[in-house]
């Protein structure tokens, strides 16, 4: 049995002329590999010789296979007019619609891990590779973590030609560029490459493509692997490349230039440059009525600021800077606080961790046992927990609402707690001063990120009156007549019609 | 390099600014003071506080008051004192009235300034107020007068511009023309 540690070392590599000895170098290979199959065939009708196929059992549609190729080797009565059998069953014989030949092992063996199958013939150093690809994948469904009110509900699927399928659907323009790339020795995973060409920068997408060419790694089984690998801004809470499940983002961020990576095997997809805007950004946006959009936007970033303060901004001012509260509005707190064991801050990152703890929970559990836990770990276990003096109920509804509001912003829940707990800690033991200290450091990190050389902050920092157009709320569509300047070679969203 | 820069700004700012982890206290361990008696008889000055009773309260009841008294030479002697008898610590922050007696007032008007100024628990939004006995506030059923409250800040005012400031605090008087619609107020209802 032949031990092959990379299969990219087969690049190049030719077979024998011989049909015995290609049949025992892939019987050798795949000597432990059950679901490998091989068939002889003796063919003696329009011309005398010797064939085999080789695929994989339960990758292969066996229609395909039975009547589209072996059904048409074996019966055909079509006459030869090639010079070579090879072009002769490749031209005249097979059914099937896509029929490539090559030489290649590695090219044979990458074919048949799709599905493909690969018909081995005696006499020619060339092989034919017939598209029988057959396997079942999931099907489209609407995405659960990015459900819309109103708009299209279909999601991606694992499989990466149904993928670029679907965003073809959208993009139905020869401008789209599907680029494809092979990351992982074992994996051999394909990625797409996508983007328009007379938008996106072309710069930018050599860069991302030898990024991912450098990538040397043994699997690619999800594009979180190629998100970390490609990002420079490794150690930041913040996400600098965007991940959507849903066609429709994919095709609207392509349309403003940017570039998406699709990958086999995962149906997140990722897109970048990513900005920070876009952390707030929903297709509710841009499928609801813009008023009623621009609402739900301003609500997202407060509850984002909401979320990362008020937990540190309720500390300070209970243990540091009473003054700033009512008389009889810190009494109640003092009193709320009579008899709980814990420091006020111990309290809080206690709380935070039980509160992130049963949000983890309740995803991971089935959905319905993951809605009793919420209510179990919400109201029963929080108001035994006041009753019992283990915590105050201020505190708790404090951490709570911070934690419900940190759920608005899906994209940035890491952000949201480690940012939560970092700025508890600095005012646990600097006040407000500390409160201030972690802000601003926050922010000069934020400054730091740039996603593939686009500063992470553009829209936000650079004020330009097209970029606000947005952020904060979205402009109505017929106020976008501009796309984003920051990665686009064509600003030019709209026309009117007297342009 | 620069992170060494960056580290040691932000440790100089920490110890520049004053703020730090022994300002840490927490709610439950401070008692919160809503109004301040001050009198003075021979050399001794007298302190009463009052204080919001959390512990004594029950729940959807209204705040009790506490009544806690101290002596000393000195107006933060006094208070101190009531400091060294209670187990938490003395939260001037939320004193929103001080009481003065009038001829402590008018015997003691720099020393009680110079208290008021100088600390910084007393917010300068704080009502003063001149009365001829403490009775009227601890007693509820004494009648009561109708007291006439300055500011700390527009006290500050009225004694830098000279004014006659024992007669306007006792209503004897009229506050400079600028002052009267702005700044006066009444802290009690009129009996």
Known sequence: MRILENVNLLKGQKLSIKLDEKIEYFKNMYLKDATFRLRRMHIERYAKFDCAVIFFDGMIDTEKLNNGLIRSLLVSEAVNTQNSIIEYIEKQILFNNEVSKTDDIYMMIQAINLGDTVILLDGTRESLVVNTKGWRTRGIQEPDDERILQGPREGFDEAIMLNAAMLRRKLATPDLCLERLTVGVKTQTNVFVCYLESLADEKLVRKVISEIKSINIDGILDANYISELINKNRFSLFKTVGTTERPDIVAARLLEGRIALIVDGTPVVLTLPYLFVENFQSDDDYYLNFIYAGLGRVLRYVCYHLSVLLPAVYLAVTIFHPNLLPAYFYASISSARSGVPFPSSTECIILIFIFEILRETGIRMQQSVGHALSIVGGLVVGQAAVDANLVSAPLLIVVAFSGISGLIVPRLKAAVIYSKIFLVILTSFLGVFGLFTGITLLHVHLYSLDSFSVDYLDTISVFSKNSLKDTIVRAPWWKMLKRPSAFTKDLIRQRRNND | ?191
Request: proline content about 3%; some cysteine; overall charge negative.
């Open chain 2, 1 to 191: 390099m620069i992170k060494k820069i960056t580290v040691l700004a932000v440790l100089m700012a920490i110890i520049l600014s004053g703020c730090s982890y022994s300002d840490y206290t927490e709610p439950e361990n401070r008692t919160v003071v809503t109004a301040m008696l001050i009198k003075r008889e021979l050399a001794t000055y007298t302190v009463v506080l009052e204080a919001v009773n959390v512990e004594d309260t029950e729940k959807e009841e209204k705040y009790k008051p506490e009544y806690l008294t101290g002596w000393g030479e000195s107006l933060s002697a006094a208070v101190d004192k009531i400091q060294s008898e209670v187990s938490s610590e003395l939260s001037l922050f939320h004193c929103p009235l001080i009481i003065c007696d009038d001829i402590t007032f008018e015997r003691n008007q720099n020393e009680i300034f110079d208290y008021l100024i100088r600390n910084p628990q007393i917010s300068l939004a704080a009502y003063f107020v001149l009365a001829d006995t403490f009775d009227y506030f601890i007693d509820s059923e004494k009648e009561m007068s109708a007291f006439l409250g300055y500011e700390i800040t527009d006290m500050i005012e009225l004694k830098n511009i000279n004014s006659d400031i024992i007669n306007i605090l006792r209503g004897r008087e009229k506050p400079p023309e600028i002052m009267v619609d702005k700044n006066n107020k009444y802290i009690f209802s009129e009996n």
